[in-house]
């Protein structure tokens, strides 16, 4: 069975940095796609970023492209967000979410960590 466990999150001023763990476990994740989502408040939930497992490619939303790096360890089975020069419009729960190439739909979803960027 799939597990998906995020942490790292936290209270961080704006312009501050925060990276944010996945650790995966269950199966191997190659062929893959693992994403990271963020539903801040009343917000609905939105992409951020999502790296190929086996490839290693990467993609960005608009919004964090140029401060976030997403990243995987694959001795570790671990996937990364790295969030550099942080706003208070980042402040969100983050989730790690992880479905085959083949599909659209995200099929696993991690429990989300809170990230908090104060003004």
């Known amino acids: 069975q799939v597990q998906l466990v995020e942490s790292g999150g936290g209270l961080v001023q704006a312009g501050g940095s925060l990276r944010l763990s996945c650790a995966a476990s269950g199966r191997t994740f190659i062929g893959y796609r693992m994403a990271w989502f963020r539903q801040g408040p009343g917000k609905e939930r939105e992409f951020v970023a999502a790296i190929i497992w086996s490839a290693g490619s990467t993609y960005y939303a608009n919004s964090v492209k140029g401060r976030f790096t997403i990243s995987r360890d694959n001795a570790k089975n671990t996937v990364y967000l790295q969030m550099n020069s942080l706003k208070p419009e980042d402040t969100a729960a983050y989730y790690c979410?992880?479905?085959?190439?083949?599909?659209?739909?995200?099929?696993?979803w991690g429990q989300g960590t809170q990230v908090t960027v104060s003004s």
């Open positions: 979410a992880a479905t085959l190439l083949t599909k659209n739909e995200f099929d696993y």
